[in-house]
Nanobody, 130 residues
C-alpha cells in the first residue's frame, strides 16, 4: 500500500524559505502524479502545485506560481516543495498526495482536484510570522 511521509515545515519569518519533502513508499504503479495541497485556518483545502513522476511536467496555481518550486527525485521516490519569499498568508497545513487516476495524466489540470487523491501525507504545519 502506498505511503507518503512528509518532512519539513515549521516557523519562518516573512520573506524566508522552507522546503517540504514527501517520500513515497510503494510500487511504482501506485502513482504517477504527486500534488501539494494546503489548508489555512478557517479555509478549505486547496491544491497549489503538482508534478508528474513520469515526465516531470508541472502545474501551478496562483498562490504557488513564481515563489514555490516543485521537483522530484525519482531515485529517492521523493517530491520536494521549495517555498521562497513566504508570506503570512502562506500559513497553513501542507499535505502531499498521490494519484494513479489515468485521466489525470491526460487532463493534467485535474491534478489539483483533491477528489482525485486517495493517498495523503500526514501534513506539515507551515507558519509564516514575525
Amino acid at each position: 500500500q502506498l505511503q507518503l511521509v512528509q518532512s519539513g515545515g515549521g516557523l519562518v519569518q516573512p520573506g524566508g524559505s522552507l522546503r517540504l519533502s514527501c517520500a513515497a513508499s510503494g510500487f511504482a504503479n501506485d502513482f504517477h502524479t504527486i500534488a501539494w495541497f494546503r489548508q489555512a485556518p478557517g479555509k478549505e483545502r486547496e491544491g497549489i502545485v503538482c508534478i508528474s513522476i513520469v515526465d516531470g511536467k508541472t502545474y501551478y496555481k496562483e498562490p504557488a506560481n513564481g515563489r514555490f518550486t516543485i521537483s522530484r527525485d525519482n531515485a529517492k521516490n521523493t517530491v520536494y516543495l521549495q517555498m521562497n519569499n513566504l508570506k503570512p498568508e502562506d500559513t497553513a497545513v501542507y499535505h502531499c498526495a498521490a494519484t494513479n487516476h489515468a485521466h489525470v495524466k491526460y487532463v493534467f489540470s485535474l491534478c489539483l482536484d483533491q477528489t482525485e487523491y486517495k493517498s495523503w501525507g500526514q501534513g506539515a504545519q507551515v507558519t509564516v510570522s514575525s
